[in-house]
């Protein structure tokens, strides 16, 4: 939070957007104009990090917040809008599925690469 209330009634707004914006832009900017197999960075940049967004970040946070609730209100607590895969198996489950899935993925690169 320092970083960005640092010298805040110093730096104009605009000159502040510029300091954060360029450090996000610059990587992948650097990136795509040195790559020479565009289609590779397609694959790349959606299936590890789509693989993240559609089954690691959701099922982290289902488990960090089932164990927050259980340290919060108890262990056997009512929750009228609980899931049906309330059990701890389907959450294990995503992650081994994870894997596979991520397996998959690095073979298919590996085999379309020969």
């Known amino acids: 939070m320092h970083l960005i209330t640092w010298r805040q009634e110093k730096l104009t707004h605009g000159f502040r957007s510029v ?5 996000s832009l ?5 990136i795509a104009t040195i790559t020479q197999d ?7 940049t959606g299936a590890y990090p789509g693989l993240f967004i559609m089954f690691v970040f959701p099922t982290v946070f289902v488990h960090a917040g089932r164990i927050k609730a259980k340290n919060v209100f108890g262990e056997p607590y009512n ?6 895969f309330l059990h701890p198996f389907w959450v294990y489950l995503i992650y081994v599925w994870t894997v596979f899935a991520l397996g998959c993925q690095i073979y298919r690169q590996i085999t379309q690469a020969e």
């Open 38 to 44: 565009v289609p590779l960075l397609v694959q790349v």
């Open 26 to 30: 610059l990587p992948p900017f650097i």
């Open 19 to 23: 300091i954060f914006t360029l450090p």
């Open 79 to 84: 929750n009228p809008y609980a899931s049906p």
